[in-house]
Every structure is written in structure tokens, then in C-alpha cells.
């Protein structure tokens, strides 16, 4: 059947069976490659992207459920070249180590700041505890949403050093 | 029935890479006509930085700008060889491997820059891009300037390749002796951790883990920082969570998707401390040993000893989830005597494991 979505404020038609995931049509019809499919049972996030405003697990949402709706993924956060000031924060933070999870956490991020979310990390982790991350250990992404909550600046040539203490030269 | 607090410390010692009997990794690197450097290596980068910390060592070592220097780790064929990305020994062996190369490449840009500036290579040194007379600053050439004379006036391309191979074992025939080289590089950890048990239903929370690495050099801190906290928390699932087979060796309970596979979420993460102690290698490249797969290995013991803080029971498997506290506060208040660690024997409990399907086993003794 063909159905109507926007991905990123473009009008997109696409032809799918309706059960066809929303992560599918993304990545396999329109090639819109950030929501990852992770576990697809909905249990990782990775796949999250904002349905009308609202953090949702691409791969179980059936394409005929989102017909006429709005769908946001990272590619739409910031203008081609430009970053959103979370994507800054993640960067300046050091949040991501292999990627894979990234896009799912920057789209709930996303909604729970655009709702006004708080700097508090017992807040934050509650937003995001859906999200599964094996390489962080999740330290450096609350930094990093608390960060942009808070409307901290950044300079990207830098990362956020300093955070914990370090003893150089024992032996020397 | 309460809650109760407990406190328990764990430390570990790693060894970096296979590091005996060869264990090698190389390296290849090609100047560009423009001074720009091209390293072909077959470290992969799995999200650990090695592409950013091998890169760091290029530019340290030759002098450049480190955006000068371009990884080129795509493909295992035309790349040189490497062992492999485990054993932690991404930054140490093929760190070392780069090192060696960039020496190589190093000493040639010094030769052709003294051939150019007339002046003995030894009394120069090559700072961000430029190689220069030492003590007298004016006197200086590109290095750019010297890859493209070498490219278009000598015919050269400046290049350099590294191995870094570890000394073989060797047996003498008449005794049968083997002598292996001591291990290069030796990490050292501690972890302390504070947990709350709950009596009554076998929950443990922990509240608070303060951490101890000793890396060697931290090449990147903010990378050592990004793997140390990854693998408290990996640690923190290993010790209370995480189980493939939770009734080993049937596979029928496996978990297949993340509800019935518990990793950590952000919503356990302890309040955390973790501290980098810099004790230089003498061997590693610029100082640095190894982080990597340590990072997860000193807080599932750090977890079951502060158990026993709290409660006064030990728990000798992993993960130690509420069933299996619930079971050992059982059998201690039914008089059972409980497990026993005492240093490098563990008695293994069947009557409080769940998982043992091997009774003839029930004690494992450790080699000293």
C-alpha cells in the first residue's frame, strides 16, 4: 500500500505493507541510516526515533500506525553541516565510544530537553533508562544531556577533561 | 528483616596483549609529497580509539600535526599484519608497532632535511610540521618541503614499517626447561564498592564504586576515563545481573532479548569515582600499559565481599542475584556451613548453586 510520512520536515510517500516496521522503511526505502536496528524486540533503543514529538521504538511501530504523522531521526536535529547543541554536548563530553547506541539516546535526549527536562541526573536516567549502552557506562551521557539542559557553551577542540582526578609520574 | 549496608574492596593485576612467543603486530607508513602521513595498520578500531591513540603516537613521534596523520586500518589484507584487537593490546603492541615505524620515517625526514640545510641531522629536531636547528630557530624547512623534494628531486618515497614482536620462549634440550621472557606490561586495579542488601527479598544495590587504574601513560584520558567507567558498569552486570545460561549447561532459560538478558541500565549506575594512576611502562609506547578488558574484572569480587559485609554471606557465583542471596541467608540460618574462599581454593557450594550440574567437581583448586 502507499502511505504518507514526513522524515525531517520532508514529505515522503512510500509503498510498504502495512505491517512493514517504520525502522525498515527508514533505513531500506528512504535511507535515513541513523535509527539502528539493534535488538529489534524493542528492548535496546537504538532504533528510537520522535513520532509526532514523542520518543517511540522504530522497529516494533508498524508504518501503516505512523501514516500522515511526523517523524524526526538525527538527520533532521540541526541544518545539513551544523550541529543541535545536544549533538555538541555529546561530542564535547566524549558520549559516544562506538556509536551504535547514539542515535537512540539523541532522539530521547531530544524529546525529554524539548519538554523541559532538568539537569538532574535521577530525572535524565528515568527519561533514558530504556536505552542500552555497553561501552560508556552511561557517565559520560548524562554529562553530556545535564550539560544541554543546562545551556552550556562548548568549545569542540576540546574535550571535557578533568573529571576525575589523575597522579602522573609515580616512578619517575 | 532490614536492609543493610556493606563495604567491600577487590584488586586485580592484568597482563597487556599475549605479549610472549612473538604475539607481533606491524605497521607501514608513507609520507605524502605534501608532508601529510598515510599509516597502514591492522589494528581494528571496535569504538576503543585505537585510530585516535595510534594516531597521537604518529604525530608525537614524527613531530606533525596530528590532523596531518590519516589511519588508514580499512581492510585486514592490504594492511599489515596484526594479531588482532584483544587481550588489551591495541595501544601497547600496536602503539608500539606505529612508534617503531614513525622512527623509521623520522630518521629519514632528519637526513634528507640535513642534506638540505646543510647541517648535521643530529642537530636537528622536527616540531609541529618543521624541521629545525636546534638553538637556532631561523634556520628550518617544511616538512612538506622535504617529502616533496624527495619525491620530485631525489625519486624517494619516504617510508617506514614497524614490528613490534615480543622474544620467543626457548627450552634447553638438556633439561627441558623453558624460559619465557617476563611479561612487558602489568596493569593494576583496585575497585571499592558499597551495597545495600535487602533481606528480605535478596535485592543488592550498589550505592557508591570508587575506582584505582594503573594504565601506564594515559595516551588519551578521556578515553582511559570512557573505558574505565564502561567497565564498572559492565563489571556492576557481570557481578549482579548478567547470566547467558542462567541454568547452565541448559540452554532452555537463555536469554534471547534484553528482558530476560539484564545488562545494566543508566538507572543502576552507582555514585562513581574513578582515578587514573599514571606509572609509566618502560616498554609501552610514550609510557602507556593497557586498560581495555581490565576494566570489568575487579567488581564482581569487590560486590560479593561487600555481600558479605552486609549480610555475612558468601555468594560464589556470579551473578549473584537475589535467588542465590536468598538461598546462602537460608542455609545460614539453618546452620549449613557456608561456602568458603580462602585465598586461591573455592569451595564450590552445590547446595547453594543453582547452576551446578557437576558434583564429582565440588572443589576447584588454582595452580599458585
Known amino acids: 500500500m502507499s502511505l504518507n510520512i514526513t522524515v525531517n520536515g520532508a514529505s515522503r510517500t512510500v509503498n510498504a505493507e502495512p505491517l512493514t516496521?517504520?525502522?525498515?522503511?527508514?533505513?531500506?526505502?528512504?535511507?535515513v541510516l541513523s535509527p539502528k536496528?539493534?535488538?529489534q524486540n524493542g528492548g535496546c533503543g537504538t532504533c528510537t526515533v520522535l513520532v509526532d514529538g514523542e520518543p517511540r521504538r522504530s522497529c516494533l511501530l508498524?508504518?501503516?500506525a505512523v501514516e500522515g504523522a511526523e517523524i524526526r531521526t538525527v538527520e533532521g536535529l540541526a541544518p545539513p553541516g551544523q550541529l543541535s547543541p545536544?549533538?555538541?554536548?555529546?561530542?564535547?563530553?566524549?558520549?559516544?565510544q562506538c556509536g551504535f547506541c547514539t542515535g537512540g539516546f539523541l532522539m530521547a535526549a531530544t524529546a525529554y530537553l524539548e519538554n523541559g527536562g532538568s539537569d538532574d541526573h535521577t530525572e535524565i536516567a528515568k527519561a533514558l533508562g530504556g536505552h542500552v549502552c555497553r561501552c560508556t557506562g552511561y557517565v559520560k551521557i548524562?554529562?553530556?544531556?545535564?550539560?544541554?539542559a543546562r545551556g552550556d557553551s562548548?568549545?569542540?577542540?576540546t574535550t571535557a577533561a578533568g573529571l576525575h582526578t589523575t597522579l602522573k609520574g609515580v616512578d619517575q | 528483616m532490614a536492609k543493610h549496608r556493606g563495604r567491600g574492596i577487590a584488586a586485580i593485576e592484568y597482563p597487556t596483549g599475549m605479549n610472549q612467543n612473538g604475539d607481533p603486530s606491524q605497521a607501514w607508513i608513507k609520507l605524502k609529497m605534501d608532508g601529510r602521513v598515510d599509516v597502514f595498520a591492522g589494528t581494528v578500531d571496535i569504538g576503543q580509539g585505537s585510530k585516535t591513540v595510534h594516531s597521537q603516537i604518529v604525530a608525537d613521534t614524527l613531530g606533525v600535526p596530528m590532523d596531518w596523520v590519516t589511519m588508514d586500518t580499512s581492510n585486514t589484507d592490504s594492511s599489515a599484519f596484526c594479531m588482532g584487537t584483544f587481550a588489551s593490546r591495541g595501544t601497547f603492541i600496536g602503539g608500539n608497532a606505529v612508534r617503531l615505524a614513525a622512527e623509521k620515517v623520522r630518521n629519514r625526514i632528519l637526513e634528507i632535511g640535513g642534506e638540505l640545510l646543510e647541517i648535521d641531522?643530529?642537530?636537528l629536531e622536527i616540531i609541529d610540521g618543521e624541521v629545525i636547528a636546534k638553538g637556532s630557530p631561523d634556520k628550518k624547512i617544511g616538512v612538506g618541503d622535504i617529502a616533496g623534494a624527495a619525491t620530485f628531486v631525489k625519486g624517494e618515497l619516504i617510508s617506514g614499517q614497524g614490528t613490534a614482536l615480543k622474544d620467543y620462549a626457548t627450552l634447553d634440550p638438556e633439561t627441558g626447561a623453558v624460559t619465557i621472557p617476563p611479561h612487558s606490561a602489568i596493569s593494576y586495579a583496585a575497585c571499592a564498592v558499597e551495597v545495600e542488601v535487602d533481606e528480605e527479598t535478596g535485592d543488592v544495590r550498589v550505592l557508591k564504586m570508587s575506582q584505582v587504574y594503573d594504565v601506564g601513560c594515559a595516551i588519551n584520558p578521556t578515553m582511559v576515563e570512557g573505558q574505565i567507567e564502561g567497565g564498572a558498569i559492565q563489571g556492576l552486570g557481570l557481578g549482579l545481573l548478567e547470566n547467558c545460561y542462567p541454568y547452565y549447561p541448559s540452554n532452555d532459560h537463555r536469554g534471547g532479548q534484553f528482558g530476560s538478558y539484564l545488562a545494566p541500565?543508566?538507572?543502576d549506575l552507582p555514585e562513581l569515582e574513578c582515578i587514573i594512576l599514571e606509572n609509566p611502562s618502560a616498554d609501552g609506547p610514550f609510557g602507556a600499559k593497557a586498560i581495555g578488558e581490565m576494566a570489568n574484572n575487579a567488581q564482581p569480587p569487590a560486590i560479593a565481599t561487600a555481600i558479605y559485609n552486609a549480610v555475612g554471606v558468601w555468594v560464589t557465583e556470579l551473578p549473584i542475584t537475589p535467588e542465590k542471596v536468598l538461598r546462602a541467608l537460608e542455609a545460614k540460618a539453618a546452620g549449613i556451613p557456608e561456602s568458603v574462599t580462602t585465598g586461591k581454593v573455592v569451595r564450590y557450594d552445590e547446595a547453594l548453586s543453582i547452576t551446578s550440574h557437576q558434583s564429582a567437581d565440588a572443589v576447584v583448586t588454582f595452580a599458585v
Open chain 1, 21 to 31: 516496521p517504520l525502522l525498515h522503511v527508514l533505513r531500506e526505502e528512504l535511507d
Open chain 1, 37 to 39: 536496528a539493534g535488538c
Open chain 1, 62 to 64: 508498524p508504518i501503516a
Open chain 1, 86 to 96: 545536544l549533538q555538541e554536548a555529546w561530542i564535547h563530553h566524549y558520549a559516544a
Open chain 1, 142 to 148: 548524562l554529562d553530556a544531556v545535564s550539560a544541554a
Open chain 1, 154 to 157: 562548548f568549545d569542540l577542540t
Open chain 2, 121 to 123: 641531522p643530529g642537530d
Open chain 2, 265 to 267: 541500565s543508566m538507572e
